[in-house]
């Protein structure tokens, strides 16, 4: 038993001096000053396993997403700066302590809950099959969960304290846990388009339309963390404007951040068709547009039970790219801009919501949390900068 023991250790050693590495030198530049700007490199050799970032002469904290092939990381940018990136074909000998959480839960028929990273459906069926309706992602200052249905819109909740909570409340914290700190729903969304959410557009009628008539539903969690959450929406067989298209949603939510990035990927003939998208309209709401940026700040009852919740102050903002913008049309539910996919067939856009009562904000006017929300989505609507240097 001590020789095979002996032989496996062996093994062991012999396969970890033998792991494959590869040293690359990349420079990663932005337009702004950015504080845990995130950074995105593409070309991750596909036998990687691990990678490890220096920068600034220390280790960096990274998360190699295998199945996207790609490789991301955090740091405060100014202008230029170089990274030393070590891919390995050995796994990682430890992660970063997770700051980002995704979670989607089937209801099983005994009501116990089965977790789980992709489901689909060929009907409009699947909003009461889930716990809390769809997938949900948080960072320590915000969460989100995106209905699978027919709306496909985004529901948000805000944090008190900058903690992950997910785990604990599953979205619907208890009367415990409200005593405790914890955060919760802020902001019932109907039939708007929330915030961020891509949809049709009814020329005719003046007003966003839902993903009524299609084929099949798909939401899939493609990473978990440390540093980031991916989360995919995609609709096929989707009957829009005289055609059938598909439509790939992917929301990513990095660490330290509370605002997210949708890249809508179109498959199909796309050509003239326009879509919408946009900020919901709340009571007593104040709404500023500065070209390709959209903000309100309002506020609304997180839930139906107007006894137990009050009235929640949010802001929202929505920036979307300019040259791809064709009207600014709005409807009675939300304030919107109306787009067509770029050459790729794509709409990029960012949107975020600050809640009044997070306490790291308890100084910041209203004012000046709207300012944020609208700072931070047109800031982070542009990725930093990524070339190989060698």
């Known amino acids: 038993m001590k020789r095979i023991l002996a032989l496996l250790l062996a093994l062991g ?21 950015r504080t845990e700007c995130p950074v995105v490199i593409g070309d991750v050799p596909v036998w990687a396993a691990s990678a490890e970032v220096t920068g600034g002469g220390r280790t960096i904290p990274c998360q190699l997403d295998r199945p996207l092939g790609e490789l991301v990381f955090l740091d405060d940018l100014t202008d230029v700066r170089e990274y030393r ?50 997938p949900a992602f948080e960072s320590e200052r915000a969460a989100y969960r995106v209905y699978f249905d027919k709306k496909q819109t985004i529901d948000t909740y805000g944090k008190k304290r900058q903690r992950l909570e997910l785990a604990e409340t599953m979205w619907y914290p208890s009367d415990e846990q409200l ?58 067989g989707w009957r ?20 997210v990035r949708v890249e809508n990927r179109f498959e199909g003939d ?47 903002a929505v920036a979307v790219p300019q040259e791809q913008v064709v009207s600014e049309i709005d409807d009675p539910t939300s304030y919107l801009y109306q787009l067509t996919p770029d050459g790729r067939g794509r709409i990029d856009c960012t949107f975020e919501m600050i809640w009044r009562k997070s306490e790291w904000l308890a100084a910041e006017s209203d004012d000046e949390l709207l300012d944020a929300a609208m700072r931070n ?14």
């Open 13 to 33: 050693l012999l396969s970890g001096a033998q792991a494959r590495t590869e040293k690359r030198l990349y420079r990663v530049s932005v337009d702004v000053p």
């Open 240 to 259: 829009y404007g005289g055609r059938e298209i598909a439509m790939t949603s992917r929301y990513i939510l990095y660490a330290g951040h509370g605002d």
């Open 85 to 134: 990136v070590k891919f390995s074909s050995a796994p990682a000998k430890s992660l970063p302590a997770p700051r980002v959480h995704a979670q989607m839960w089937w209801k099983n028929p005994d009501k116990t809950l089965r977790a789980a990273d992709t489901l689909a459906s060929e009907k409009d069926d699947m909003y009461r099959k889930l716990h809390h309706h769809g």
């Open 377 to 390: 989505v047109r800031r982070e609507l542009r990725p930093a900068e990524v070339v190989r240097v060698r």
């Open 179 to 236: 005593a405790a700190g914890y955060g919760h729903d802020n902001l019932r969304v109907f039939g708007s388009g929330g915030v961020g959410v891509l949809k049709g557009w009814d020329a005719a009628k003046g007003r966003m339309t839902h993903i009524t008539d299609m084929k099949r539903r798909e939401a899939r969690i493609l990473a978990r963390g440390p540093l980031r959450t991916v989360v995919e929406m995609r609709v096929e």
């Open 270 to 316: 796309v050509q003239g068709l326009v879509f919408t998208t946009g900020v919901m309209k709340m009571a007593e709401h104040r709404v500023r547009r500065e070209g390709p940026v959209a903000g309100v700040l309002g506020c609304d009852f997180p839930e139906n039970d107007t006894l137990k919740w009050e009235r929640e102050r949010v802001a929202l």
